[in-house]
């Protein structure tokens, strides 16, 4: 017999899904706007006593071990520019896999994944209205930030904003593999914390790789998000970036494609195993 429409439902179908699960979340954001006001400050919060320390160290108010890893002196721009990119990293792991355990503890996840969407489109879609809030409330953040601290790009914005959009469509390959190893653990607090914990600090959110011990420095290059930051503020700061920058876009143009394919394998697997285990909706 052949399928139905209904159980394949075509593309307008599945965008029109796509919209009204980023609907529902943008309601539920805004339904409690204290969310943004953390979002914003919870940020300037963390990185005040780094800008306090940066002083502690400077020499006549240049930061000079900090310039002869990184090429600037500006270290408060740097490090501004990895709090927003490390915002959109967090969007992403949380989007995905704490949005997998909320349905699981309200018992709808089977029931959900009952409908004819693809699952990886509703994951997707509980990360849009996260991306774009995080958008506002990082923009917001670095205006007060830049009040505050100071903030002095010296480069090209638009060629970093084009260079980041495909590291930010890579990590959703590392969100789809994140999800399914929530299906695996069925918990995602601890997984959440400590993945992106790692990601962050081993890509150079808040410093330059360089600085590393030499040990963890190829652990570091192996990331691919380690190249997506570097090359952000190789355009936007003029720092000196680890590998030339066409070098640094052209494996996150690679990577980009790698990682959505190899999550959505991980991801496809092993919520065949869990569904033929019984174990989807267990918490």
């Given at each position: 017999m052949q399928p139905t429409s209904l159980s394949q439902p075509n593309l307008r179908t599945q965008l029109r899904a796509l919209f009204v699960i980023a609907r529902k979340d943008w309601k539920v954001f805004w339904r409690y706007p204290l969310n943004a006001v953390s979002n914003i400050f919870q940020p300037i919060i963390w990185?005040?006593?780094?800008?306090?320390?940066?002083?502690?160290?400077?020499?006549?108010?240049?930061a000079l071990g900090f310039q002869a890893y990184s090429g600037t002196g500006d270290y408060m721009s740097f490090i501004l520019l990895g709090t927003i990119l490390s915002n959109f990293i967090l969007t992403v792991f949380w989007g995905m896999g704490y949005a997998l355990k909320n349905d699981m503890d309200a018992g709808v996840l089977e029931s959900n994944w009952l409908t004819p969407v693809s699952r990886l489109l509703m994951l997707v879609g509980r990360t849009l209205t996260s991306l774009l809030t995080t958008a506002i409330t990082s923009m917001v953040m670095l205006v007060i930030a830049a009040l505050l601290f100071g903030f002095h790009p010296t480069?090209?914005?638009?060629?970093?904003?084009?260079?980041?959009?495909p590291m930010l469509i890579g990590l959703y390959g590392f969100g789809f593999a994140f999800a399914a190893l929530v299906l695996l653990m069925r918990e995602a607090n601890t997984l959440v914390d400590v993945s992106s914990?790692?990601?962050q600090g081993l890509?150079?959110?808040?410093?330059?790789?360089?600085?590393?011990?030499?040990?963890?420095?190829?652990?570091?290059?192996?990331?691919?998000?380690?190249?997506?930051?570097?090359?952000?503020?190789g355009w936007i700061l003029k720092t000196n970036?680890?590998?030339?920058?066409?070098?640094?876009?052209?494996?996150?143009?690679?990577?980009?494609?790698?990682?959505?394919?190899?999550?959505?394998?991980?991801?496809?697997r092993v919520e065949r195993q869990v569904r033929t285990l019984g174990t989807l909706g267990q918490h």
């Open positions: 990185i005040t006593p780094v800008y306090f320390m940066g002083k502690a160290f400077s020499t006549n108010g240049q480069g090209n914005t638009l060629a970093a904003f084009l260079t980041a959009i914990f790692l990601v890509s150079g959110t808040n410093f330059p790789v360089q600085s590393l011990p030499s040990w963890l420095i190829p652990v570091a290059l192996a990331l691919p998000l380690t190249y997506g930051m570097d090359a952000v503020r970036t680890i590998l030339p920058l066409r070098v640094e876009i052209a494996l996150l143009i690679v990577f980009m494609f790698f990682m959505l394919w190899f999550g959505s394998w991980i991801f496809y």
